[in-house]
């Protein structure tokens, strides 16, 4: 059976506890190697195919992620949707509280990174419509998922896609806050683009790792992120698994 449904684990979510792993498969495509073995399992029996976007062992910085092989290698395998964990720094005053938000748009403030298919051979110039960036079908199952699953999500949101490693300076928090950013992370973009370029139904759960810079209290360390990420995760988790029963 094709699975077409896959998972794009992010920063604390290396390994899906409950899949009960079938085989990995190692997909070679022509913009180079995703960030791992395909892992292809059943979650709720149902079949899923999971790709840890940092690698297994957590070592692909963000600006580092071979973004098209990843995209290029669910979609060559015939996957049609793709649900994507992403730390996040919250912004937005509710996601001071709350640890998930569903984003529903983006900005990209990323740079050098190979973000489409659409450059090199072609027999015409594409320009790709990303007017909503993710994938609305989508969103509301992750949206139903995240009631059912009794998680209290943010069902909107502006991802601010930075280029990192580094995290922001306050001032920079400020500038995204006043473009509408409600959260910020690093590798929403390309991720999202190319899967629409290669017509895949995309959407992101985000999880708060840390108040974005300037919006809590004194520096952010990594140890308060790997904290806030692991109860995120819990509740990622649960929403994952309601999804999947509503897919
Ligand atoms: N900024 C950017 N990316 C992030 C953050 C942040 O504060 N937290 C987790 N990922």
Redesign the pocket.
């Known amino acids: 059976m094709k699975t077409t449904l896959a998972i794009i684990g992010g920063t604390g979510l290396t390994t899906l506890n409950g899949l009960e792993i079938t085989r990995r498969e190692v997909v070679n495509t022509p913009y180079g190697e995703p960030s791992g073995p395909l892992i292809y399992g059943q979650l709720c029996s149902r079949e899923v195919v999971f790709l840890p976007r940092h690698g297994h062992s957590h070592t692909i910085p963000p600006h580092r992620v071979n973004y098209r092989a990843n995209i290029w290698a669910l979609h060559h395998i015939g996957v049609e949707k793709v649900m994507a964990v992403a730390?996040?720094?919250g912004i937005h005053p509710e996601l001071m509280s709350r640890k998930i938000a569903i984003p529903d748009q983006i900005i990209d403030y990323t740079g050098a990174r190979a973000n489409t298919f659409f450059e090199d051979d072609l027999s015409h110039v594409v320009h790709v419509d990303f007017t909503t960036p993710y994938c609305e079908e989508l969103r509301t199952i992750l949206i139903q998922a995240a009631a059912k699953a009794e998680v209290s999500a943010m069902t909107y949101g502006v991802y601010g896609a930075?280029q990192?490693p580094r995290?922001?300076t306050a001032a920079e928090i400020n500038r995204l806050a006043r473009d509408g950013c409600d959260m910020?992370?690093?590798t929403g973009m390309p991720e999202a683009v190319l899967a629409r370029e290669l017509g895949l139904c995309y959407a992101a759960c985000a999880v708060v790792?840390?108040a974005?810079?300037g919006r809590g209290v004194g520096a952010?360390t990594m140890a308060e992120?790997e904290a806030n990420l692991e109860s995120g995760m819990a509740e990622v988790r649960a929403l994952l698994e309601q999804a999947i029963r509503l897919l």
């Open positions: 730390a996040v720094g930075t990192g995290l922001e910020v992370g690093m790792a840390n974005a810079a952010i992120i």
